[in-house]
Each structure stands twice: as C-alpha cells, then as structure tokens.
C-alpha cells in the first residue's frame, strides 16, 4: 500500500515556471516507477513523464521533452516535475502515480499504475 500526496501547483504566466512533487508515504518507494500524468477539462488523463526506480531511465510526453525534467528523491520518498518554458496547453491536474510492477512497455500506460495521487492543478495563463 502506497499513498501519494502532490504539491506544488498554482498559476504561472506562460513561459515561467513551476516545480510540482509528490510525496510517497512507504519505505519501499525506491522499488516504484513513477509516473506523472496530466489531464485537462474534457480530455482523456495522459501521460507526461516517468522515472525508473533507480533514477537512472527517463520518459517523456514528445509535447513536453526539453521542457520538463522528472527526478526523484528516494531519502524523502519524493519524485518532482520541473517544468519550465510552461505553454497554455500545459493546464491540467497533474497526477502522480506509481507501479510497482511493469515492463517497458506500460510505463506510459495509465493502467498499469497502481496508485494514485489526488492531483494538482497547474494554470499556465498567456
């Protein structure tokens, strides 16, 4: 059981700026991919950005590489989207997930991933 707890959204004017994390409350959270999805107002909940356990693998949206960075922080059970250069169409609850379990190909999978944040609003205004 892994309970998630995102932070860090709010307004930002276009081409700023914003750092959103999650906080993942189990000692066993460096064994999790993580994941970052977003899903805006009528649309379908997408995946933007994941990270292997170890931090070393890395995947991206093509609508957000070169513009947003995922890491994690296993010490603090925490994994943070950067994202700069934000566009309008970057507006969107931003949820973390997490998997304990999944080939290559489910890691941009939605329904692959087990647990689930509560999400976090990101406005980007133009």
């Known amino acids: 059981q892994v309970q998630l707890v995102e932070s860090g959204g709010g307004l930002v004017q276009a081409g700023g700026s914003l750092r959103v994390s999650c906080a993942a409350s189990?000692?066993?959270?460096?064994?999790?991919?993580m994941g970052w999805f977003r899903q805006a107002p009528g649309k379908e909940r997408e995946f933007t950005a994941a990270i292997s356990w170890s931090g070393g693998s890395t995947w991206y949206a093509d609508s957000v590489k070169g513009r947003f960075t995922i890491s994690r922080d296993n010490a603090k059970n925490t994994v943070y989207l950067q994202m700069n250069s934000l566009k309008p169409e970057d507006t969107a609850v931003y949820y973390c997930?997490?998997?304990?379990?999944?080939?290559?190909?489910?890691?941009?999978?939605?329904?692959?991933?087990?647990?689930w944040g509560q999400g976090t609003q990101v406005t980007v205004s133009s």
């Open positions: 997930a997490a998997v304990y379990s999944v080939g290559m190909d489910g890691i941009k999978d939605k329904m692959k991933y087990d647990y």
């Open positions: 189990g000692r066993t959270f460096s064994t999790y991919v």
